[in-house]
C-alpha cells in the first residue's frame, strides 16, 4: 500500500500520525524525515502488519509504545473540539459548573452561625485546571447569627480538598450593611475557606454579604 499520513495537516509544525504497511515501508517513511512534511520528533506511525504503533524520535530511530500511556509533547496547534479530561473528572477542564446548594456549605468558627438560604447564594461556580480550581463565590445577605466572630466559613465545591495554607485575593465584605475590605485563606489541608476582614474585627449579628473570586491550589 502507498504510505498515508492521517489528516493530511498542511501545516508542518503539527504532530501527525501515519499509516504503513509494513517494516520495508516503515523504513521508506524515516528515510523522509522532515522532509519536507515527512514525519517528525513526536510523531506516531501505525505499522498494519503487526498493529505496533511506534514514536519518532529522531532521524531513523522509532520506539514502540502503547498509546493509553503515551506522554505526547505536542507540537503546533491541535484542536480538541470535545474539550480535555483529567483526574478521571466527569467535566472537561476549563468547564464552568454550578456548585448545588447545600445550607452546610456556610457556617461560622466560634460559635458564629451564617445561615445561607438557596437564593441568598447568588453565585457558587468553579471549573478546574489540572489541580487549579478556579472559584467565583457570592452571597447576598446571609444571616450571621449565635456568639459573633472573625470568622465566616465557606466549603470548597465540588468536594475537593486544599492541600496546603494558601491567601487568595481580595473578598468584598458587607458587614450589617456597612462595606468592609477583608480576604479569603485556606488555613491548611481541607474543605473549607475562612473569610476575614482587614480590621480583624468580629462580624454584626443581621445580615453579611460576601464576594470573592479565587484560585485554589487543590488535591487533584
Not at 4 to 14: F, L, N, V
Not at 26 to 45: S, V
Not at 116 to 143: C, E, K, M, P
Not at 180 to 204: H, L, M, Q, R, W
Amino acid at each position: 500500500m502507498t504510505i498515508a499520513r492521517i489528516g493530511k495537516p498542511s501545516d508542518a509544525t503539527w504532530q501527525r500520525a501515519w499509516e504503513v504497511a509494513d517494516a520495508a515501508e516503515l523504513a521508506t517513511l524515516m528515510g523522509t524525515y522532515l522532509d519536507p512534511l515527512g514525519p517528525k520528533r513526536g510523531d506516531i506511525i501505525v505499522q498494519l502488519d503487526d498493529g505496533i504503533y511506534y514514536q519518532v524520535v529522531t532521524a531513523n530511530v522509532v520506539k514502540p509504545v502503547n498509546l493509553l500511556e503515551i506522554d505526547n509533547t505536542w507540537l503546533g496547534d491541535n484542536a480538541f473540539d470535545n474539550g480535555i479530561s483529567e483526574y478521571s473528572r466527569t467535566v472537561n477542564q476549563g468547564v464552568w459548573q454550578d456548585e448545588p446548594y447545600d445550607a452546610a456549605n456556610y457556617s461560622g468558627l466560634s460559635g458564629m452561625t451564617w445561615s445561607v438560604s438557596a437564593g441568598q447564594a447568588a453565585v457558587n461556580r468553579y471549573a478546574t485546571v489540572g489541580n487549579i480550581l478556579f472559584w467565583n463565590f457570592s452571597v447576598v445577605a446571609g444571616v450571621v447569627g449565635g456568639t459573633p466572630s472573625q470568622v465566616l466559613v465557606a466549603t470548597l465545591p465540588g468536594g475537593f480538598s486544599t492541600v496546603i495554607y494558601q491567601d487568595f485575593t481580595a473578598a468584598y465584605i458587607e458587614d450589617a450593611g456597612v462595606a468592609a475590605a477583608g480576604f479569603s485563606f485556606s488555613p491548611g489541608a481541607g474543605t473549607e475557606i475562612y473569610i476575614v476582614k482587614f480590621a480583624a474585627t468580629n462580624y454584626t449579628a443581621g445580615n453579611v454579604s460576601v464576594d470573592f473570586n479565587i484560585q485554589v491550589e487543590i488535591a487533584p
